[in-house]
């Protein structure tokens, strides 16, 4: 991703790459993490205007993607606050009009559901890191920076869980 | 090991990248966007950034966003973005103003009219239960809403009466209903409006009789009945003089089934409630929007809905020499509020 340079148009341009490239991928995360899809949409537009807010102040970002994600994690985690209830790993979907059946055959719907009630049997932010992963593509560099931790530590984490979902399957 | 362990891994990627199928949907997507240019367009610029050519303008980033789909898929996506909006957000002019008028347009006869309208009344109630739970509704939305309600009541029962009265001819059972769907209509509405009422803590009235304070007390207040009240008898004019006395048991049969179903809408709410009060189970009440109102409220309106019961029982257990149309149709009418009441506070 480009650093940010100072006019509006190349923020704006830059923003437009950002949300074309990424919008699925912050919609999937809100709604595996809230099993719910409107409440995924308002949590979507509400992480994208918060990312336009502070790219439009003039804040240079070194990797806008990180940051997206991050904008995302605490926006997840301040809407449970909210609500007083544990922030779930991985909350998996209410019902079939989540997953919108039209979207999908009914053996993909069976899928989802069957890979995100395994995902479920694993503890906290471990879900989070295989979406983050192996669902969105993230590199372990670009993780590091969203958990605010070193590249190798997180590789050896991601390694173990993978390792303890084998155990399970 | 290490060789079966990264056939693993390979097989997991592959396998959760089923997840990707999980997605936006166009309308969505472009509903979403226009959301957020929306909000990019209202935001104040940093003194930087702010040179006139530098601001966007609304009109260039709806170009932007809608250049390139479908002005199908742009309607479908303004439907969606309005669909589930409520009083005092950015487009629920859109949904009463554009997606309920399309309803309208494509609902065909005046019975049928007014049976949607029935509908989108009691939407307005649905809202108003909505922003309760959010803690939204204060006395200014409910009024608001009240008003809105009195309009499309209004709006939807002049242009059936008008409807009605160009029709020639008409059998006496058509002409029944006629009567019964004008009156269910208004019953609606004024059932309706009494809810929002007891939604945001207002007081209830009875036309003629005892102002039901919700503070406590009562004192007698005249008609203050909202609903705009063409005399019910004329509303179905007909040239062809009719027997009077079918329309009357046409009239006083659906009286007594009126009366019927608020008498069970009423027991109903009862019971609900019995159960919850003595549920141990926090899950029955946690979405329950009566739990959010006052108790003391919930008290009154259910005096207010068994005095009114009591007036149409009377009614419907009279002989036919003995009651007049007009009361007939009043009795529809208020059995039909009741029930319209009952339904909005029955917990859900």
């Not at chain 1, 699925?24 to 918060?50: G, H, M, N, P, W």
């Not at chain 2, 949904?95 to 049976?115: M, W």
Request: glycine share 4%; hydrophobic share 40%.
């Amino acid at each position: 991703m480009p650093n940010l340079t100072s006019t509006m148009i190349e923020i704006e341009n830059t923003f437009n790459e950002l949300y074309e490239a990424n919008a699925d991928a912050i919609f999937r995360l809100c709604l595996f993490k809230t099993s719910d899809r409107e409440v995924a949409l308002d949590l979507s537009q509400d992480i994208f205007t918060r990312t336009w807010d502070y790219l439009q102040k003039g804040n240079q970002v070194d990797n806008l993607r990180a940051f997206l994600f991050t904008v995302a994690r605490n926006r997840i985690k301040d809407y449970y606050k909210k609500r007083k209830i544990p922030t779930l790993a991985m909350a998996g979907v209410k019902n079939e009009n989540d997953l919108v059946v039209s979207q999908l055959d009914s053996s993909a719907v069976a899928e989802v559901n069957n890979l995100l009630t395994l995902l479920q049997t694993l503890p906290d932010d471990h879900a989070e890191l295989l979406q983050l992963r192996y669902v969105e593509g993230f590199s372990i560099e670009e993780m590091a920076l969203l958990y605010k931790t070193r590249p190798n530590t997180l590789a050896v984490k991601i390694h173990r869980i993978v390792h303890k979902l084998r155990d399970k399957i | 090991m290490k060789n079966s362990e990264s056939n693993f891994e390979r097989d997991l990627t592959s396998k959760l990248e089923v997840l990707k199928a999980v997605s936006l949907l166009p309308e969505e997507r472009v509903a979403l966007r226009f959301k957020i240019d929306t909000v990019i367009a209202n935001t104040s610029v940093d003194q930087e950034y702010s040179s006139p050519q530098n601001r966007i303008s609304l009109t260039a980033l709806m170009l932007r966003t809608f250049s390139g789909v479908s002005i199908l898929a742009a309607t479908f996506a303004f439907m969606i973005v309005s669909a589930n909006s409520l009083p005092g957000q950015q487009f629920y002019p859109v949904k009463t103003g554009f997606n309920e008028p399309i309803q309208r347009l494509a609902t065909f006869g005046a019975n049928e009219k007014l049976e949607l309208e029935q509908k989108l009344i009691f939407k307005r109630v649905e809202e108003a239960k909505k922003l309760k739970t959010k803690g939204l509704l204060d006395l200014e939305k409910a009024k608001k809403i009240e008003d809105q309600i009195n309009k499309q009541a209004d709006m939807a029962l002049s242009i059936a009466i008008s409807e009605n009265v160009a029709i020639d001819e008409k059998e006496s059972d058509d002409i029944v209903k006629d009567m019964v769907v004008i009156a269910q209509t208004r019953g609606v509405a004024a059932g309706s409006i009494d809810a929002v009422r007891v939604l945001s803590g207002t007081s209830l009235v009875i036309q003629n009789e005892e102002v039901f304070n919700l503070s406590g007390g009562s004192t007698s207040q005249t008609n203050t009945s909202t609903i705009t009240s063409s005399d019910p008898s004329t509303s179905v004019a007909n040239p062809v003089a009719v027997d009077e006395s079918l329309t009357k048991v046409g009239l006083h049969n659906q009286v007594k089934k009126s009366t019927a179903l608020a008498e069970a809408g009423v027991a109903s709410n009862k019971s609900i409630k019995t159960i919850q009060s003595v549920s141990l189970d926090n899950a029955v009440n946690s979405k329950n929007i009566v739990s959010t109102i006052d108790p003391q409220l919930i008290r009154e309106a259910e005096t207010y809905s068994d005095k009114k019961l009591e007036t149409v029982r009377k009614t419907s257990i009279l002989e036919l020499d003995q009651v007049d149309k007009d009361s007939l149709i009043q009795a529809v009418e208020d059995a039909t509020a009741v029930i319209t009441l009952t339904k909005a506070l029955d917990g859900d």
